[in-house]
């Protein structure tokens, strides 16, 4: 009877374990597919910045000039103005 209880109680500390280390496991895949969806993004974010390198191929005083209107239209007035 006592070799019963001691084999069900083995087996329920070894489950614990094991929940445990499943746990542990979840939450390193988790982290490691935060880390995948941020060097997406940051894989599309240079292929969108080799995309906009090649747009713009004005002098520089033009390039200021295109800069500023998207500025001033893209502005928000704050307070009386």
Do not use: C, Y
Request: net charge negative.
């Amino acid at each position: 009877m006592f070799s019963l209880i001691q084999k069900a109680l083995l087996r329920a500390l070894s489950l614990d374990t094991a929940h445990r280390r499943i746990e542990a496991l979840e939450a390193k895949i988790e982290k490691l597919e935060g880390f995948a969806d941020e060097n997406e993004s940051l894989w599309q974010f240079l292929d969108e910045q080799k995309e906009n390198d090649n747009i713009f191929v004005g002098s520089a005083e033009d390039f200021e000039q295109e800069f500023t209107d998207i500025m001033v239209r893209n502005m928000k007035p704050r307070g009386d103005a």
